[in-house]
């Protein structure tokens, strides 16, 4: 059997109720407002460069391009690259929705452009050149296919034969000749 409760009773289980709730309410209110006091705003400490129009953040040493829905990461902004003419390289429409191959110099130069690629290709996989001394796990591929070879020279280059590109140059300077790669095909460059 229930126990009859008079409605003065209920009316104070109300109120008791509301209190904690309220309490609880205000209680997370005021520590998440102090939580970010003491972490301090972000805001003032962001890197930003703007470059043609284009705004690059700063973000855990990358910079990050958010550019018609898409976000960009790259080693190096715009204004720490010594662009150099580039004759004959196809811009980025050519990528959309088609494999590209990769024949990487090394894990950091394939990250490079696979972080930028891989919201606008079909797929990223290893490949080599057909006449190249290839890895017999790796699949031969020809410049009819979108193949990026990166190699390491004493000479910056930086070459499109039919849709093939050859990104060449030192190793410490590897990764920033592949984001001068990338900023021509994007149509970033100044």
Do not use: H
């Amino acid at each position: 059997m229930r126990k009859i409760v008079s409605e003065k009773e209920i009316n104070k289980n109300k109120r008791i109720k509301q209190y904690t709730v309220g309490g609880i309410l205000i209680f997370i209110m005021l520590f998440s407002t102090l939580g970010f006091a003491f972490m301090g705003n972000t805001d003032t400490n962001t890197k930003k460069v703007i470059y043609n129009n284009l705004e690059f953040i700063n973000l855990n040493n990358l910079w990050i391009l958010n550019n018609g829905g898409i976000e960009f990461v790259f080693k190096y902004n715009p204004r720490q690259i010594d662009f150099e003419e580039i004759n004959g390289l196809k811009y980025i429409e050519n990528y959309y929705g088609k494999p590209l191959y990769i024949y990487p110099g090394s894990r950091e130069t394939e990250l490079e452009i696979s972080r930028n690629f891989y919201q606008i290709v079909q797929r990223i996989q290893p490949a080599c050149l057909r006449y190249m001394d290839c890895d017999e796990n790796i699949p031969e591929k020809t410049c009819r296919d979108n193949l990026i070879i990166i190699e390491e020279n004493i000479n910056k280059k930086i070459i499109q034969e039919d849709n093939c590109v050859i990104i060449m140059g030192p190793r410490e300077n590897l990764t920033k000749i592949i984001d001068e790669f990338l900023f021509n095909i994007f149509n970033i460059k100044e």
